[in-house]
């Protein structure tokens, strides 16, 4: 096992059959000098830096079904709800004036939101924020949408491939394909996107060959950002008696990631700290470097369900800007609140800065 570690930390890469061993074996001994290694491996890159990114939850209406999410179409419980070009521009004004110049635009798959209406947004944002990045991450779209969007300004593209395992993939994803979402992922990288791609831990049926197969994914891909949540069954699902993942296990799979693609962005995601008040911090302890602080308008937060008992729904911007702030700094970090590019993305200048 000693070997694996440290064949990994020095080439950045293992093969299936040992990546499976690795996970089998893996004592808590092994595990504390992983999490170490990963944190380290951060640092040749980021330094101390957590990244902060403002986070707009701008539409749960979604056409699609998956079966583990609060907002699949099918769950007729849901509030549904869109936020205006105004709203949003609001929000991401709010967010700038608390110091933000990195925005995530996120949604269902909402298809009310055309090419046309999300162009002007972006062109607005990018013309008041002009030093800020945008990030969208509202699903699957033609190749002409992620073409016009980057065009109008849109810096980045969060695009979870939830699975690397086919099979998996399409027990999951009812009326979707497993090559559609992949080729996407394709072509916004082609286009020149900074890419986010990422999984869920502890979906059912998920081994750890599937988990092995993510890995492998991600070293080949190479995105600019990748987010690893702990899948959370929500009530109103079809997978809602499942286990769900753990805190632990999806610990584990941030420090590989982080081992497999060191110069990727990774979140500490919500859903860590919903299964665990501590859980962000122990994910910037595995290698994390990304937290994004709710900017969404306050009345909408609880309608944006993908599970339940999701953190920050109750704090405004500013409150969640100064407890995560908190949280980050007693952590041991420094807050960065630029654009915080991947380090592929930018100047030699600036990254001789950041180190
Ligand atoms: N619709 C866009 C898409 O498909 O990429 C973005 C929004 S989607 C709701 C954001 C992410 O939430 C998904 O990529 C998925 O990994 C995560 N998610 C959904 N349901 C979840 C659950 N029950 N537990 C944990 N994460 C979940």
């Given amino acids: 096992?000693?070997?694996?570690?440290?064949?990994?930390?020095?080439?950045?890469?293992?093969?299936?059959?040992?990546?499976?061993?690795?996970?089998?074996?893996?004592?808590?001994?092994?595990?504390?000098?992983?999490?170490?290694?990963?944190?380290?491996?951060?640092?040749?890159?980021?330094?101390?830096?957590?990244?902060?990114?403002?986070?707009?939850?701008?539409?749960?209406?979604?056409?699609q079904d998956c079966m583990y999410c609060g907002l699949r179409r099918s769950n007729p419980e849901v509030d549904r709800y869109r936020l205006t070009e105004e709203e949003i521009l609001e929000c991401a004004a709010e967010g700038?004036?608390?110091?933000?110049?990195?925005?995530?635009?996120?949604?269902?798959?909402?298809?009310?939101?055309?090419?046309?209406?999300?162009?002007?947004?972006?062109?607005?944002?990018?013309a008041r924020f002009p030093d800020a990045a945008i990030t969208l991450s509202m699903g699957e779209r033609s190749e002409a949408f992620y073409r016009a969007?980057?065009?109008?300004g849109t810096d980045r593209y969060l695009l979870r491939h939830e699975t690397a395992s086919r099979s998996l993939?399409?027990?999951?994803?009812?009326?979707?394909?497993?090559?559609?979402?992949?080729?996407?992922?394709?072509?916004?990288?082609?286009?020149?996107?900074?890419?986010?791609?990422?999984?869920?831990?502890?979906?059912?049926?998920?081994?750890?060959?599937?988990?092995?197969?993510?890995?492998l994914f991600l070293k080949e891909f190479h995105p600019a950002m990748i987010g690893i949540g702990p899948f959370i069954p929500h009530s109103a699902t079809p997978l809602k008696d499942t286990a769900g993942g753990t805190i632990e296990d999806t610990l584990v799979m941030i420090a590989l990631?982080?081992?497999?693609?060191?110069?990727?962005?990774m979140p500490a995601t919500t859903a860590m700290g919903t299964l665990d008040p501590t859980g962000?911090?122990?994910?910037?302890?595995?290698?994390?470097?990304?937290?994004?602080?709710?900017?969404?308008?306050?009345?909408?937060r609880e309608k944006y369900e993908l599970y339940e008992n999701k953190i920050c729904t109750g704090d405004q911007a500013s409150q969640c800007r100064n407890c995560i702030e908190m949280r980050i700094m007693a952590s041991g970090y420094q807050i960065e609140l630029s654009r915080g590019d991947n380090c592929n993305f930018i100047s030699t200048p600036e990254k001789e800065q950041l180190l």
């Fill in 1 to 63: 096992m000693e070997d694996l570690l440290n064949k990994l930390n020095e080439q950045n890469e293992l093969t299936k059959i040992e990546i499976v061993y690795f996970l089998q074996h893996l004592t808590l001994e092994l595990q504390k000098r992983l999490f170490h290694l990963a944190v380290e491996t951060r640092k040749k890159h980021y330094n101390e830096s957590v990244y902060l990114r403002g986070l707009i939850e701008f539409s749960n209406y979604c056409k």
């Fill in 257 to 265: 990631a982080r081992l497999f693609v060191p110069d990727a962005l």
């Fill in 169 to 215: 993939y399409e027990s999951l994803h009812p009326g979707m394909s497993f090559d559609n979402r992949m080729n996407c992922l394709r072509i916004l990288k082609d286009i020149g996107y900074q890419v986010g791609a990422g999984f869920m831990v502890g979906l059912p049926e998920q081994t750890h060959e599937h988990l092995a197969e993510d890995l």
């Fill in 96 to 126: 700038y004036n608390l110091g933000y110049r990195s925005f995530v635009l996120q949604s269902g798959e909402d298809f009310r939101y055309t090419e046309e209406l999300m162009v002007r947004i972006v062109k607005s944002l990018k």
């Fill in 149 to 152: 969007l980057y065009a109008a």
């Fill in 280 to 300: 962000r911090e122990q994910a910037l302890s595995a290698g994390a470097n990304v937290v994004m602080p709710n900017l969404s308008p306050l009345r909408f």
